[in-house]
Each structure stands twice: as structure tokens, then as C-alpha cells.
């Protein structure tokens, strides 16, 4: 799997509750209805600005073409970088990292990945959120398009497993940058990353089906199931943990959570 922007602790450090490919895919278009919603996806209420409290771990935002040119010409380090002089005009997105020891807390941290082609780069920005908005992510299924065909049958089972669960999966890593840019960043190497949304408990069946279309799958098979209060938990650990703990990675925290505990997680209040 491609490596993270920043670098998480060991788990040893980490306190009690208390940026980021197969064979290359096709570059076809996404589908019409993903595009358009891509392209024509609102601002958050009142505009001017998103609501960073509402931000979680992986999610999209969009920069002000207008900023873009002046926040990438003050960086000496992405002179010559190619495709970021247009980033932000043709409607790609940054996404929501975890913020490193001393950058500014009144910024939003914020990062994007170059393709292997261009050496893999996890670039980070910290922006302010007047010039942000919210960009739609995209689900497993309408990323179909820039998926290797040798994928088609993993992504089918995925999808009926999702369906069977009331989860709709959504990809992060490799896939997901090809599919909003149509650069090329799959490659033989890459991982199948998902993110799980849940809106409740999980059906204790959910990672065994999960961990048995994995062990036949082309590529490996990563990622995470979000919880209702945003954290995100490693779907494998998860399901190796038993009675054990997990670490739950949130947007501004990392903390130790009982695995049994997750079952029957709820939304917050």
C-alpha cells in the first residue's frame, strides 16, 4: 500500500481513549452522473468557506482556482511539478490528513499524491478554509471505469457484500486518484483500498465475508471501516483482534478501543 502522509506512532505510544498504486486501469470517463457531481457539487452552507469541524479522515476538499496559483508559486519545492499548476482548475481535490507535530491549528492540513510516474510524491499543504470546499467522494461502484479488468470480479463480490450489509465502500489510495484524475496510478503493485462507512453496529459476519474475498483477491485487499463517530479502524486488525484492542485513528487523535466494543458502536448524539 502506498505510503501515508504523515507517519502514525507505534502503537506503544499511543494514549488510552482520552498522502496515499495493479495493472493500470482503464482511463475511461467516470460515469456521467459522478462527473457531474464532482463538477457541480455545492459549497457548504453560507459558502465562502467549508465546515472544518465537520471534516473527517480521507475526506475531499476543493481549492479556490484562484488561491492554487499563488499557494503553489510560494512553495519553491513544486516548481516544475507537472501536473499541479492546473489542480486545482480542473476540479481535483486535496484530502484531509492528519495534522503533524507544529503545523498551524487554524490551517487545514491537507495533502495529495503524485502518481508513480512522477516518483510518488505525497505533497502537503495547510490551507485556510475560506478558500476550501466540500468535494463528493466517490463510491467503489461508479470508479468501476478505472478499475483493471482482473479487478471486475473482487469489485463485484465487494459490491454485493456492501449491499448485503447496508455499506456503500468507497475507495481511497491508488484507485481513487486515478479515478478523479485520470493520471496513471495504478500500477502492478497496488492495493484495493476501501473505506467502510458505518452509520451503526457491524454484523460480526461482515469481516469473516470480508477476509475470505481477500484471500482470493488479484491484489491485496486494504483499508478501513469507519466508525459513527468518524474514527477509522483497520479492517485486518479488526478482524484478527478477538478480545484484544485496536488502535482507532481519528483526524486528530489515535487512541486504544476494546475491539468487542466496536460491534455495537453507535452515531453520537
Sequence with gaps: ???????????PEVPRSGLEGGLQGSRDPL???????????PQDEGGGGIAVARL????LVRVDPAAWGPLVAARPDLAGVPPLAGWAAAGWPLILRRRAPGEDRALVPLGLPLPP????????????????TACPAPTLAATRAAVPPAWHPTLDALLALGARHGLVPRPFGGLLW????????LTDASDLDLLWPLAGSLAKTFLDDLAT??????????????????????WREWHEAGTGEVLVKHRDRLEMRAAPALWSAEAPA
Design 213 to 234: 474475498i481477500a484471500a482470493t483477491a488479484p491484489m491485496r485487499l486494504d483499508g478501513e471501516i469507519v466508525l459513527p463517530d468518524g474514527g477509522g479502524v483497520q
Design 56 to 59: 473527517h479522515r480521507h475526506d
Design 1 to 11: 500500500m502506498a505510503e501515508r502522509l504523515p507517519t502514525q506512532p507505534p502503537h
Design 31 to 41: 460515469e456521467p452522473s459522478f462527473e457531474a457531481r464532482l463538477r457541480q457539487a
Design 178 to 185: 486515478q479515478a478523479l484524475t485520470g493520471l496513471p496510478y
Design 117 to 132: 510516474t512522477l516518483g510518488k510524491r505525497r505533497i502537503g499543504f495547510s490551507l485556510p478554509a475560506d478558500v476550501l
